[in-house]
């Protein structure tokens, strides 16, 4: 099976398919810091204890926050621009449930390329909870269905899942350092096809492997 990857420098501008595309300098920090605070107020609500009359007034402080952020809204498939360390330019989904950098539901996950593909450290906290400590099956399929389409994308093959095979192998837990690694193995037309784990203590946890078909710009 042949590797025909395009440069990464000419990965499809997302003006082309329509997108709105925000450039990373013009992301407000105010929006950075608030995205964390409402990450870690999501663990907190699913897990506080605090009495009737604390959470009825923090249900009311959050519905006007809400009625109050809305009045602004950033049109949804909103893409994000980073220059590359190799000169060329990276885009991600904004609001991406796994890794947007706008996103409070997100991980998030910070993958960097490496030699071969991407990699990531990370610790989910209890918001991705499954079985009692341990992670989601669910979210660990979406974590490496990121870290697979981001290895496609870094190696110039910018695609869509098509198909995705996830096997289980040990309990992913909470609260603990996490590792993702993922890269393409092989690429034949539009199919890419690429593999990748998640580690807790250097053991798998968890593997994949999927085919991206790679986007064709609209003519
Ligand atoms: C720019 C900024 C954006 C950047 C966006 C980057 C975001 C990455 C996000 C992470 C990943 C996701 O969550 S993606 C979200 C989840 N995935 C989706 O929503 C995709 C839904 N499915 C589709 O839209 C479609 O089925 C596609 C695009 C996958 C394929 O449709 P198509 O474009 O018409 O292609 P088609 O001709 O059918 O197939 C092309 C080749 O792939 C093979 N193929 C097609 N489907 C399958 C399949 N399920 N399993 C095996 N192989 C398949 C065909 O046999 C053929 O091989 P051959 O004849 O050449 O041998």
């Known amino acids: 099976m042949s590797v025909d990857a395009q440069p990464v420098s000419e990965l499809p501008d997302p003006r082309n398919f329509g997108l709105p595309v925000v450039a990373e300098d013009e992301l407000p920090e105010e929006l950075r810091t608030l995205v964390a605070r409402v990450h870690d107020l999501v663990d907190a609500v699913a897990h506080t204890e605090a009495d009737t009359s604390e959470l009825a ?3 009311a402080a959050v519905h006007e926050l809400t009625e109050r952020l809305n009045v602004k809204r950033r049109d949804v498939g909103a893409m994000l621009e980073r220059p590359r360390a190799d000169g060329g330019t990276d885009y991600q989904t904004l609001t991406n449930v796994v890794s947007g950098v706008s996103n409070p539901a997100a991980v998030p996950l910070v993958l960097e390329e490496t030699e071969d593909g ?5 610790t989910l906290n209890g918001t991705y909870q499954g079985p009692p400590g341990l992670v989601h099956g669910g979210w660990i399929a ?25 096997n289980y192998r040990n309990p992913t837990p909470l609260n ?3 590792e993702i690694t ?3 193995t092989g690429a034949e037309r539009r199919k890419v096809h690429v593999s990748g784990e998640i580690r807790h203590n250097g053991e798998v946890t968890a593997e994949g492997t999927a085919i991206m078909v790679r986007l064709v710009a609209p003519s």
């Open 118 to 122: 991407v990699r990531s450290e990370f």
């Open 142 to 166: 979406a974590l490496l269905d990121q870290a697979l389409g981001s290895a496609s994308a870094a190696a110039g093959m910018v695609g869509l899942t098509a198909n995705l095979d996830v």
């Open 176 to 178: 603990a350092p996490l």
């Open 57 to 59: 007034r923090a249900s």
């Open 182 to 184: 993922a890269r393409v």
